[in-house]
């Protein structure tokens, strides 16, 4: 267990309005990353950040923002929401352990936007 | 770009039976590689990983063996039970010297069915 949590863990809204999914952890680890998760694509990498105030997008970041004023919380803001942003949300966090660095996930949010 | 291609699921066994879930990469350097299994409603595990060549990962049965000159890190288990129905993830994360490092490039996943 990495430590992390999500919140919400569901949620449903309407196309334009703003959401932001919450990512925390408490083990002090400096990368994290979030996912989104859908149908015959695994998992892609929407952004991740390497330190507080440290960030870069990931294979599909458009659309999507995120923050990092705290080591423990990473922020994913959708701006104005789209129908083909519904999606389950991964947060990850990386860690060298037992050789060579690994991802570990959080339970994800599941995203539906009507 | 890096890739992993997945064998094309769902793979629905019985009780016992070898599985075999095939997966191949593309990617430069000496990428480490993962397989993550996912229970329904959870999120994703770490099932088990290998971080150079020849290298053999294994947990809880299962075993994948890092072949670097088939670019291949296929999934096994000799005896599968129900608990192990799940989707399966064969993923990479690029090697040290390169901008991939740390950011892990997945496959589509293998969904796996064990009948009893």
């Known amino acids: 267990d990495a430590g992390i949590t999500q919140s919400p863990r569901h949620k449903v809204t309407e196309t334009g309005t703003p959401v932001t999914l919450r990512c925390h952890q408490t083990?002090?680890?400096?990368?994290m990353y979030w996912y989104r998760q859908d149908p015959g694509h695994g998992l892609r990498l929407i952004h991740y950040?390497?330190?507080?105030?440290?960030?870069d997008k990931g294979e599909v970041s458009d659309g999507y923002s995120v923050s990092r004023s705290k080591t423990e919380d990473f922020l994913l803001t959708l701006e104005s929401a789209t129908s083909s942003q519904t999606s389950v949300y991964f947060c990850?966090?990386?860690?060298?352990?037992?050789?060579?660095?690994?991802?570990?996930f959080g339970p994800g949010t599941r995203l539906l936007v009507l | 770009g890096n890739s992993v291609t997945q064998m094309e699921g769902p793979v629905t066994l019985s009780e016992e039976a070898f599985l075999t879930i095939n997966c191949t990469y593309t990617?430069?350097?000496?990428?480490?590689l993962f397989w993550y299994v996912q229970y329904p409603g959870e999120g994703l595990q770490l099932l088990l990983k290998?971080?150079?060549?020849?290298d053999k990962g294994s947990n809880k049965g299962f075993e994948a063996t890092y072949r670097k000159e088939t670019t291949s890190f296929h999934l096994e288990k000799g005896s599968v039970q129900v608990s192990d129905s799940a989707v399966y993830f064969c993923?990479?994360?690029?090697?040290?010297?390169?901008?991939?490092?740390?950011?892990?490039?997945f496959g589509q996943g293998t969904i796996l069915t064990v009948h009893p």
């Open positions: 990850a966090i990386s860690e060298v352990r037992g050789g060579g660095e690994t991802q570990y």
């Open positions: 083990e002090n680890h400096r990368y």
């Open positions: 950040s390497y330190g507080v105030k440290d960030t």
């Open positions: 990617a430069t350097g000496y990428p480490s």
């Open positions: 290998a971080t150079k060549a020849d």
């Open positions: 993923a990479l994360s690029g090697d040290s010297g390169g901008t991939s490092y740390g950011k892990l490039t």
